[in-house]
């Protein structure tokens, strides 16, 4: 039992844990549309465009766990997973958690240098990953991976042309007979057992965040509640879950109201329109920048009402964001504050967004029925800092805090400092985010600590220099120059840098480089 509490149940909001959750909603709909593929599938990554029932899905499911058990691998392992936006990612996530083990997914734009180090640090047994995405051999980059970190045992995958030595997977859709899967019996409140680690980047690279199954119901219950979302939702996202943001803004809430979610490999203005409208749906997942872009051609006009949730990244941004008038839909902010958690804020008639609670954040924030799932509050540095249902917990690994290994702090009081700049309005009693945590920088959904990349690429190149500069649709821009840009770019891809770092050396048009961000 790795962070386990055997507590009675009254400590605690739920004891069900995600796995159990599926499996009721598989019982009580088995031939309702579960998981459905975007339409392009076979562009971005291996195997058909699925479309699964929730009896398909749990069968799968079923199928993932019985695998990673019969390697011999034991409960509580950690098992890494690096898949594009695709129902296998999805399944992936929650055959790991039946077979009892640690699920640890990662961006999809992490290379070599981010991943062996996350892998590292958690002493992962596994990584699953895909054969490919896009021209990307994803599967070469696995099992390089795999020969730098000592730990992983198993690297499987999904698609075709699978590196020498991958389980493969893909026969697990296919295979008549399965091994029965016993039920994992766990002592005390299984949804305090610890069931994903994500990864928040720090100075030193990316540190481990550990969450139960609780604080992830807890996120998701808290997007479920402020987006209003309807039971038996059609749910639209281009969002992965490969972030504690991601798995409670799709995950957790397609589960809870036991709908379908729709899957979209970010981005394609006219096929994401095509889905909305051939699957109803009428949730609707995507980045912030991207939905006050699109807006503006008309992508979400429609007869149908629909609610946009919108992820801030970069929550400094929705202070100054624009107002929002679109007939027939409802939109939803959603401020990320990296790994540490998030705050949920539908707004009104009058399109501004609501201000960020001081104290106490209840979702649904108006109306009855509200529950605290967070509290934040200034440091006395001036920075946001969180507690609550949804944040973690426990530092992970076990006692690191007490070492001078990278590690994500959490106070003695619960309070996590985000490191995200803010000030109180006394007017409004609210706080005011107004800058990013210092020394780093967004792009897109990717966090970079700014001085440690600029002294990687100097010494890749000693004559190289890289600067970042404010991106009103991405958060930064990384600008980079050198005397051969085209072999600066080979370089920093071989040493296994985040593509976008790359990125800077190119002579992108900004469409091109904005499709790129918006990709990963």
């Not at 490999?265 to 699109?294: K, M, N, S």
């Not at 702090?409 to 700049?421: E, P």
Request: hydrophobic content about 45%; some cysteine; aromatic content about 6%.
């Amino acid at each position: 039992m790795i962070l386990g509490d055997t507590q009675p149940a009254r400590h605690h909001g739920s004891r069900i844990s995600i796995d159990e959750l599926f499996r009721q909603v598989a019982a009580r709909r088995p031939d309702a549309v579960a998981l459905v593929d975007a339409p392009n599938r076979e562009w971005f990554t291996d195997g058909p465009s699925r479309r699964l029932t929730f009896a398909e899905a749990d069968r799968m499911v079923s199928a993932i766990a019985g695998r990673l058990s019969r390697m011999g691998l034991p409960i509580d392992t950690i098992v890494g997973i690096q898949l594009p936006n695709i129902a296998e990612n999805i399944l992936t996530i929650l055959g790991v958690l039946r077979a009892g083990m640690i699920a640890a997914p990662m961006p999809l734009l992490w290379r070599s240098a981010d991943a062996v180090a996350a892998m590292a640090r958690v002493g992962a047994k596994a990584l699953i990953t895909c054969g490919r995405v896009g021209n990307f051999e994803h599967c070469r980059l696995a099992t390089r991976v795999a020969a730098d970190v000592f730990s992983i045992r198993y690297v499987c995958g999904f698609g075709e042309n699978l590196s020498d030595g991958v389980v493969p997977l893909d026969d697990l859709f296919t295979i008549e007979k399965l091994d029965p899967i016993p039920l994992l019996a766990r002592d005390g409140n299984a949804a305090t057992h610890l069931a994903v680690i994500s990864f928040e980047i720090g100075e030193e690279g990316p540190a481990p965040v550990a969450r139960r199954h609780l604080e992830l119901l807890a996120g998701g219950m808290c997007v479920l509640s402020e987006g209003r979302f309807q039971p038996y939702a059609n749910i639209l996202s281009t969002i992965a879950p490969a972030s504690f943001a991601g798995i409670s803004l799709t995950l957790v809430p397609w589960l809870l109201t036991g709908g379908t979610l729709i899957l979209h490999h970010a981005f394609d203005a006219d096929l994401f329109a095509a889905q909305r409208h051939d699957e109803r749906c009428g949730t609707l997942i995507l980045p912030a920048p991207v939905v006050f872009r699109f807006a503006e051609t008309g992508l979400f006009a429609s007869e149908n009402p629909a609610t946009i949730l919108a992820e801030w990244r970069a929550p400094d941004r929705l202070v100054g964001s624009l107002l929002w008038h679109q007939r027939n839909t409802t939109l939803v902010d959603v401020a990320v504050f990296g790994e540490a958690g998030l705050v949920a804020g539908r707004r009104g008639e009058d399109g501004r967004p609501l201000p960020m609670p001081l104290g106490a954040a209840y979702s649904p924030r108006e109306g009855e029925g509200a529950a605290v799932f967070a509290e934040l509050n200034p440091t006395a540095m001036n920075t946001l800092a969180l507690r609550g249902a949804m944040a973690p917990h426990h530092h992970f690994p076990p006692r690191v805090e007490r070492t001078d290994l990278p590690h994500f702090a959490i106070g003695k009081d619960g309070y996590i400092d985000s490191g995200y700049a803010c000030r109180v309005d006394p007017v409004r009693q609210a706080l005011v985010v107004t800058g990013p945590p210092a020394g780093f920088v967004t792009v897109g959904g990717y966090r970079f600590p700014l001085q440690k990349l600029i002294e990687t690429v100097a010494r890749i190149n000693a004559g190289a220099t890289l600067t970042a500069e404010l991106d009103p649709l991405i958060g930064h821009r990384l600008i980079g120059t050198a005397s051969d840009c085209a072999a600066m770019q080979i370089a920093l891809n071989a040493y296994g840098l985040n593509p976008l770092v790359a990125a800077a050396f190119a002579d992108h048009g900004e469409q091109q480089f904005h499709k790129a961000v918006a990709a990963g």
